[in-house]
């Protein structure tokens, strides 16, 4: 079992920046790939960024491209979305969580084994 607990969220004004992270313990964290997800109220999950276990393969979703970057640090066994130039609309609860096939990066919810309770991320105008 892996359990994944992340940190960072909190209010921001629109423009600004937030570093989440998520620091994973039991099972070995350099084999799993890994994956931002978020949701917000009344809406469904969606992907927002993933890595490989190596980092050698990454994905950003479309909206986030050019302000989101997601990296890890396998001796620290964590995982980091930098959020720059945050809008209201990526006002949600962000989730990260662990994928058992680490080659690749999946972007589906249900491909992931392990998630983390969430961090709320608000972002005010």
């Known amino acids: 079992q892996v359990q994944l607990v992340e940190s960072g969220g909190g209010l921001v004004q629109a423009g600004g920046s937030l570093r989440l992270s998520c620091v994973a313990s039991g099972r070995t964290f350099s084999n799993l790939g890994m994956g931002w997800f978020r949701q917000a109220p009344g809406k469904e999950r969606e992907f927002v960024a993933g890595?490989?276990?190596?980092?050698?393969?990454?994905s950003v979703a479309d909206f986030a491209a050019g302000r989101f970057a997601i990296f890890r640090d396998n001796a620290k066994n964590t995982v980091y979305l930098q959020m720059d130039l945050l809008e209201q609309e990526d006002t949600a609860v962000y989730y990260c969580a662990g994928d058992q096939n680490g080659v690749i990066v999946r972007q589906t919810p249900a491909a992931y084994t392990y998630w983390g309770q969430g961090t709320q991320v608000t972002v005010s105008s």
């Open positions: 890595l490989s276990w190596n980092a050698g393969v990454t």
